[in-house]
T-cell receptor, first 116, second 110 residues
Framework: GAVVSQHPSRVICKSGTSVKIECRSL??????MFWYRQFPKQSLMLMAT?????????EQGVEKDKFLINHASLTLSTLTVTSAHPEDSSFYIC????????????FGPGTRLLVL | QQPVQSPQAVILREGEDAVINCSSS?????VHWYRQKHGEAPVFLMI?????EQKGHEKISASFNEKKQQSSLYLTASQLSYSGTYFC???????????FGQGTTLQVKP
């Protein structure tokens, strides 16, 4: 099956610093990747749609200047949480759509962010 | 708008069956089902598309009623490994954007 990786898997940082999370599709190409945030015991909330070669599309209420998304290639999207605060602590998960099978999305293993 | 899943939680004995429902207030293009275990990422189970196409695991079945904007996931002869939280994700177009339900927690006991 299709594999999506995320790095790092876990990160602890001080308030005010920036954190970059990478999402890679390992055995397929993805023109579209999605970034979700999940708080404990809650559902996945879509933050933004990352499109290769163009600007990301953000969901209502998500600050684009705080959550910077770059989709530089067909296998890599990055999410940078800028000036992180404790309320940004969460589980960040990406998913990727296979270019050959546009309907199915595969999720990465997630990145747990803790901001102190 | 977030789809509504029911029930919120289910406890089963091994070998029993369960049905999880997902209902949307919007017209749907697709319904995706995932299972998530604690601390892990969601794992793809099934996708149902408008028009009747389905893709997914052999041992899991689901239905999609386009008119009622509802989908149901059928888990038969449950195994311990079926335990986890099941999410439905609904798409209103082929853009791939999914809105997830609140989840249904399934616990299978020996």
């Amino acid at each position: 099956g299709a594999v999506v990786s995320q790095h790092p898997s876990r990160v602890i940082c001080k308030s005010g610093t920036s954190v970059k999370i990478e999402c890679r599709s390992l055995d397929f190409q993805a023109t579209t990747m999605f970034w979700y945030r999940q708080f404990p015991k809650q559902s996945l909330m879509l933050m933004a749609t990352s499109n290769e070669g163009s600007k990301a599309t953000y969901e209502q209420g998500v600050e684009k200047d705080k959550f910077l998304i770059n989709h530089a290639s067909l296998t890599l999207s990055t999410l940078t949480v800028t000036s992180a605060h404790p309320e940004d602590s969460s589980f960040y998960i990406c998913s990727a759509r296979d270019l050959q099978d546009q309907e199915t999305q595969y999720f990465g293993p997630g990145t747990r962010l803790l901001v102190l | 708008q977030q789809p509504v899943q029911s029930p919120q939680a289910v406890i089963l004995r091994e070998g029993e069956d369960a049905v999880i429902n997902c209902s949307s207030s919007k017209a749907l293009y697709s319904v995706h089902w995932y299972r998530q275990k604690h601390g892990e990422a969601p794992v793809f189970l099934m996708i149902l598309l408008k028009g009747g196409e389905q893709k997914g695991h052999e041992k899991i079945s689901a239905s999609f009623n386009e008119k009622k904007q509802q989908s149901s996931l059928y888990l038969t002869a449950s195994q311990l490994s079926y335990s986890g939280t099941y999410f439905c994700g609904t798409g209103s177009s082929n853009t791939g954007k999914l809105i997830f339900g609140q989840g249904t927690t399934l616990q299978v006991k020996p």
